[in-house]
């Protein structure tokens, strides 16, 4: 098994050391774990924490469902990740470009651009209503506008697991406007915020809503002193720039060709 091959130089742990975690409040990928860490622990299958121990450094893996997070402060030896990324074979690989060349090796992966945008706030027009935003919706209605935006969401029942769990520890927060757009703020950490799942009903797309709402978002986080990014694929980068978002990094990410995504065990993140 990976275990016996790799265990020298790959160990699943249940938490961060206060080191680790100062260095894994530097990056995105960083507080992404470290919230999901937060919020779920570490003794559960579907979402389990690695470390990667190397004479030239350490690095970090986040395992959650079908998505794979790697993060590393300085290059390290791929060959161990490259064993385990063979044994789990994630839909989704999200990682420090050092790590593409070798990674994008493995059968059955693309590389796929994806822009973070920072959400710089602006004026909504006069046609958007703030008392049409509901901080707390009923999440049924939230996966029913989701559904129709992201052919690879969880099932219902897993996705409401875990929604809800993430909330109730608060580092999530769902919002939506006019039961017609939603967002997700995924995870809160020190006031750095990453917004994601940003969808629009089919009926509603090309009203405005969604680029309003996002405008009412930046100016709300930025009111509470918080700073916001997003991650947007090549598809949606225009829509951002449109919306006066900044661009303000470019990296790739790495996603399975030979399944359907809808066939996974749908592990987006």
């Known amino acids: 098994s990976w275990k016996k091959t790799c265990d020298r130089m790959i160990q699943q742990i249940a938490t961060f050391t206060p080191e680790e975690t100062a260095v894994l409040e530097q990056t995105w990928r960083g507080r992404q774990m470290l919230s999901y860490q937060r919020a779920y622990g570490g003794g559960y299958d579907f979402c389990r924490f690695f470390r990667l121990q190397y004479p030239e450094g350490t690095g970090w893996m986040f395992l959650f469902n079908a998505t794979l997070l790697i993060c590393a402060a300085?290059?390290?030896?791929?060959?161990?990740?490259?064993?385990?990324?063979?044994?789990?074979?994630?839909?989704?690989?999200?990682?420090?470009?050092?790590?593409?060349?070798?990674?994008?090796?493995?059968?059955?992966?693309?590389?796929?651009?994806?822009?973070?945008?920072?959400?710089?706030?602006?004026?909504?027009?006069?046609?958007?209503?703030?008392?049409?935003?509901?901080?707390?919706?009923?999440?049924?209605?939230?996966?029913?506008?989701?559904?129709?935006?992201?052919?690879?969401?969880?099932?219902?029942?897993?996705?409401?697991?875990?929604?809800?769990?993430?909330?109730?520890?608060?580092?999530?927060?769902?919002?939506?406007?006019?039961?017609?757009?939603?967002?997700?703020?995924?995870?809160?950490?020190?006031?750095?915020?990453?917004?994601?799942?940003?969808?629009?009903?089919?009926?509603?797309?090309?009203?405005?809503y969604a680029r309003d709402f996002l405008r009412w978002t930046a100016q709300w986080l930025a009111q509470q002193g918080k700073h916001a990014v997003l991650f947007a694929l090549d598809i949606r980068i225009s829509f951002y720039r449109e919306i006066g978002f900044r661009e303000i990094a470019s990296e790739y990410v790495l996603e399975r060709t030979d399944v359907q995504k809808e066939e996974q065990k749908k592990g987006a993140l």
Request: with cysteine; net charge negative; aromatic share 10%.
């Open 74 to 208: 300085q290059p390290i030896p791929s060959e161990e990740i490259v064993t385990f990324v063979r044994m789990h074979l994630p839909f989704r690989i999200e990682c420090p470009q050092f790590l593409l060349p070798a990674l994008a090796e493995i059968p059955n992966y693309q590389k796929l651009h994806r822009a973070t945008f920072e959400l710089v706030p602006s004026q909504p027009s006069a046609q958007f209503s703030p008392e049409e935003v509901a901080l707390q919706p009923k999440l049924q209605d939230v996966y029913g506008i989701l559904q129709e935006g992201f052919p690879n969401l969880l099932d219902y029942p897993i996705w409401l697991t875990d929604v809800s769990h993430r909330c109730r520890h608060g580092m999530s927060h769902v919002l939506t406007y006019r039961n017609s757009s939603t967002l997700t703020l995924v995870f809160d950490w020190k006031d750095q915020v990453l917004v994601g799942q940003v969808a629009t009903r089919a009926a509603q797309r090309g009203s405005g």
